[in-house]
């Protein structure tokens, strides 16, 4: 299984509607996790951090399930500007301190 | 600008020649990490620091890799004999282990090997 999983899409989703997805992770140690946003040939942009609570920004929504270990992403009211690729990001901050990042889901909001 | 500083952005080089490049993290950060990005991958983890020392490596950082950090501000990642396999996007991050080590990238390093 690897470490960080994400499905790869694209998710093509219509302007106004709402998406999630998903990220498993592997590594029952990891302690903290984020969501990144990519646009294509930039760098990632941090987006929100994940909480065991889950925590909420505007129109989006993390949450952390331990227990199944994967992190979700809720996206609502989409806007054209939300088409980029999101990352997730799952770190053991230990001794070794590792950092894993996901290959992305693709999302692509349709006119 | 406050933000993750990459010297340069664009580099072509012939196979076989040695490239170096710089990260200027935000000035407060005291861990470093470099990346390398290829086309519909996910950024993988080279090497990191926390102040100059280089805490670890990833097994893709080959022998013809190597980065420093000599006064914990700023970093150089130099590739020897470059190989074509090489190309890549290769990204800075910082972060602060005080404020919960959310990391900030720079705007990446583009490598072509010829």
């Known amino acids: 299984r690897k470490e960080v999983e994400q499905d790869p899409g694209p998710f093509n989703v219509p302007e106004g509607a709402t998406v999630a997805f998903n990220c498993t992770y592997s590594?029952?140690?990891?302690?903290?996790f984020f969501w990144y946003r990519q646009d294509c040939r930039k760098e990632p942009k941090l987006l929100m951090s994940v909480y065991s609570s889950g925590n909420e920004d505007g129109r989006f929504t993390a949450q952390l399930n331990r227990a199944s270990q994967y992190i979700s992403l809720l996206i609502r009211d989409s806007k054209l500007s939300d088409s980029a690729t999101y990352l997730c990001?799952?770190?053991?901050?230990?001794?070794?301190?590792?950092?894993?990042f996901g290959k992305g889901t693709r999302l692509h909001i349709l006119p | 600008d406050t933000g993750v500083s990459q010297d340069p952005r664009h580099k072509i080089t012939k196979r076989g020649q040695n490239v170096t490049f710089r990260c200027d993290p935000i000035s407060e950060h005291n861990r470093l990490y470099w990346y390398r990005q290829t086309l519909g991958q996910g950024p993988e983890f080279l090497t990191y620091?926390?102040?100059?020392?280089?805490?670890?490596k990833s097994r893709l950082l080959s022998d013809r890799f190597s980065a420093e950090r000599p006064k914990g501000s700023f970093s150089t990642l130099e590739i020897q004999r470059t190989e074509q396999g090489d190309s890549a996007m290769y990204l800075c991050?910082?972060?602060?282990?005080?404020?919960?080590?959310?990391?900030?990238f720079g705007p990446g390093t583009r490598l072509t090997v010829t």
């Open positions: 991050a910082s972060s602060s282990q005080v404020t919960g080590n959310e990391q900030y």
């Open positions: 620091f926390q102040n100059e020392a280089q805490l670890e």
């Open positions: 590594n029952s140690a990891s302690q903290s």
């Open positions: 990001v799952v770190s053991h901050m230990n001794r070794d301190d590792k950092i894993i």
